[in-house]
């Protein structure tokens, strides 16, 4: 009970950061970000000086220390922050954030002042320098606000999307498995009793966590109950080859990849011969990069089926929608062997720290 609320608040925890509008600032992309930005600031505010006979280099230097603090200290103090502004609204947010870089560029201008940095330093330059820093972290939130909206639309497009893409294979699937299991009702009733009780199990797997990615566990799982459904049928005419050790049990892989892959195999491989024949499935992850073969034992020139193509092609726009063109389906045949091979560049969920 305790172990099921704790998962529970810390899903919503994570969801909450996914909403969350402000990045994460201490990341190496978005530092180097916000100190370009910082010295264009800094190089337009120098050559909005009146121009004199040689350029003040000296000017420039402190002018980007002063602003180049400031915007690492402010992106310092919001990702520590970070945690605790979840919890309040997108107004407060800004309104705090905003506070903080304000707050900031008053203590810096003060320590400028202090050390005379500036010839003649008073209220207006106090009051300049907190409206210059006011403006610019409003215009930037505000940008990072927007592209979180953009981001979030953009993420429920293709999850959309991909639900879609799983949803043109769960029938096919369906109807595949009840095919088997009513050939099975003659020959052995027990056995197709057995069956019907498997692919309950089966779809109540493939349903109980909707997304656009399962881990590699879970989906060798729903396979591999799959698989146990066409034995009954097959017999010893399917045999299988598994080449998977060394593949993480938290790897990401899109919802239905394998098991349709080893449908195909099944349908065009294995039951059009009368001796059956080796089903191999191999997979590894090395260098950041997921490697799943299937292949089987086929004929030369076999007519391949309309419903293969588009199983096939259905995995590959999954593939490209949710990795990007690093994603590749291969399909070879030769020697009477027909192999598809995938890859994607993937991280491990544990690294991300992101469940499911």
């Not at 349908?267 to 992850?285: E, M, N, T």
């Not at 588009?310 to 063109?325: E, M, P, T």
Request: proline share 4%; aromatic share 8%; charged share 15%.
């Amino acid at each position: 009970m305790a172990s099921r609320l704790m998962n529970k608040t810390r899903q919503e925890h994570q969801a909450r950061a996914d909403r969350f509008f402000l990045p994460h600032l201490c990341t190496g992309e978005t530092v180097l970000m916000l100190v370009l930005l910082a010295e264009l600031l800094v190089i337009a505010l120098v050559l909005v000086e009146p121009m004199t006979a040689g350029f003040n280099w000296g000017k420039l230097a402190l002018c980007s220390l002063f602003v180049q603090w400031i915007v690492l200290l402010s992106a310092a103090l919001l990702c520590l922050l970070r945690p605790c502004l979840l919890h309040l609204t997108t107004v407060w947010v800004s309104f705090y954030c905003s506070l903080l870089v304000v707050l900031l560029t008053l203590v810096f201008t003060a320590l400028a002042d202090y050390f005379r940095f500036y010839e003649q330093a008073g209220f207006e330059l106090y009051l300049r320098h907190a409206l210059i820093s006011l403006i610019l972290s409003g215009l930037l939130l505000r940008y990072f606000y927007l592209q979180s909206q953009w981001q979030r639309q953009q993420q429920a497009e293709l999850n959309a999307r991909i639900e879609a893409l799983q949803a043109r294979i769960k029938p096919h699937f369906l109807f595949n498995c009840l095919n088997s299991i009513a050939s099975l009702i003659s020959i052995d009733p027990s056995k197709a009793e057995q069956a019907v009780i498997d692919l309950s199990d089966l779809f109540r797997a493939s349903l109980a966590a909707p997304g656009t990615l399962t881990t590699w566990a879970e989906e060798l799982a729903l396979s591999k109950r799959y698989l146990s459904i066409e034995q009954y049928r097959l017999g010893e005419r399917l045999q299988l080859d598994w080449q998977i050790d060394g593949v993480p049990d938290d790897l990401p892989i899109p919802r239905l990849t394998l098991q349709p892959l080893l449908e195909n195999a099944l349908i065009h491989g294995i039951q059009p011969r009368i001796d059956g024949g080796l089903v191999r499935v191999k997979a590894s992850f090395c260098g950041g990069e997921f490697c799943l073969c299937v292949s089987n034992p086929c004929r030369l020139q076999a007519p391949t089926s309309a419903g293969s193509g588009q199983a096939l092609r259905n995995i590959k726009s999954r593939l490209l929608a949710l990795f990007g063109v690093a994603a590749s389906l291969t399909v070879q045949q030769q020697d009477e062997s027909y192999q598809v091979c995938l890859r994607y560049p993937c991280k491990l969920l544990s690294r991300q720290g992101k469940p499911v």
